[in-house]
């Protein structure tokens, strides 16, 4: 699956002439190298403390040194690790292509009509109007927007805790076949069907001033606290307008963080019913935070979710009947 990825980024790419954004590669490099490096700290400062105080184990040391040397020299966990996380990076360098290429393949047209099915699902009034105590408060957007950009953390770490998944399972397969298809069947070949940039850009493609009020809002907020979507937003701005260069590009539907935060919660609910409740209010909090920060119209992620739970589903059932020899239940 990560092979035909990058094949059909290829061909896009030539096509397009739209390439991967190294810059931003690097970019999520460094804050992948930061966040495992800040997690296995805390994780090994942990163990030890928990090895010294509450086991009152009389070596603590040794006996750690021993657990990690057991963990990273485990040869089918390293063989998970290697075959799992390259094909995650395929893939995710597949995207960066093909996220690019959405709006030179299908410019954007949807917007309108996305914009007029969230008025009519909400009673006549637009998904933020509903939300109004939240977007006035330049403290309750901050803490959406910290909430939002943390979801990148979250995807790095659930990515790869089920990577290094000693046993292989069919659950392993599941939640990594579910990642792959919602990145390509949702983050691409939907969003050209419905090519559509959002709210944040909806006054700027000369669409109307109906979301006007909420940008304002926004950069107040922006005053007061700083509320980094606006900043990105300008961002993809300009690559889209060919000011800057960039090739991540624009695209609303549908939602890929709503998407993947309920890929989250689904595999999390299978391994601890706890996590699970956890990573559901994450999802309701980045499906809150969409609308709010003005990234997506409300039916950008309610799309979003039936898609992750019908892909989830439909690999769990070809799992159930197709899994390979020597992959554990």
Not at 12 to 41: H, I, K, Q
Not at 300 to 306: I, K, N, T
């Amino acid at each position: 699956m990560a092979i035909a990825a990058l094949l059909l980024a290829a061909a896009v790419g030539l096509r397009t002439g739209n390439m991967p954004d190294f810059s931003v590669l690097e970019d999520y490099a460094l804050y992948l190298l930061f966040a495992f490096w800040m997690g296995g700290c805390a994780f090994a400062l942990g163990s030890f403390f928990h090895l010294a105080l509450i086991k009152r184990d009389t070596e603590p040391l040794g006996t750690f040194l021993r657990s990690m040397g057991g963990f990273f020299g485990d040869a089918e966990r390293n063989a998970n690790s290697l075959n799992g996380l390259a094909a995650s990076i395929a893939l995710i360098s597949a995207f960066g292509v093909l996220k690019g290429a959405v709006a030179i393949l299908s410019p954007f047209a949807w917007d309108h009509a996305l914009a007029q099915a969230d008025r009519a699902l909400h009673f006549g009034r637009a998904p933020h109007e509903w939300l109004w105590f939240i977007v006035q408060s330049p403290l309750a957007v901050r803490l959406f927007n910290l909430a939002y950009n943390s979801w990148f953390v979250v995807l790095i770490a659930s990515v790869f805790v089920v990577c290094i998944t000693r046993k292989d399972t069919k659950l392993r397969h599941q939640f990594l076949m579910s990642f792959m298809l919602v990145w390509i069947l949702g983050g691409f070949f939907l969003a050209m069907g419905l090519s559509s940039a959002g709210p944040c850009f909806y006054e700027r493609l000369g669409l109307g001033s109906d979301y006007h009020p909420l940008i304002q809002a926004l950069a107040a907020a922006d005053r007061i606290y700083p509320i980094w979507a606006l900043s990105t937003q300008d961002i993809l701005w300009g690559g889209y307008i060919g000011a800057t260069p960039g090739s991540l590009g624009i695209s609303a539907f549908p939602s890929m963080h709503v998407a993947m935060a309920v890929l989250f919660a689904l595999y999390a609910t299978r391994r601890s019913r706890s996590v699970g409740l956890l990573m559901w209010a994450f999802a309701a909090i980045i499906m809150v935070g969409s609308v709010v920060l003005g990234w997506h119209y409300a039916v950008d992620g309610y799309a979003s979710v039936l898609i992750s739970i019908a892909i989830w589903k439909a690999c769990g059932h070809f799992l159930s009947r197709f899994a390979p020899d020597g992959v554990a239940a």
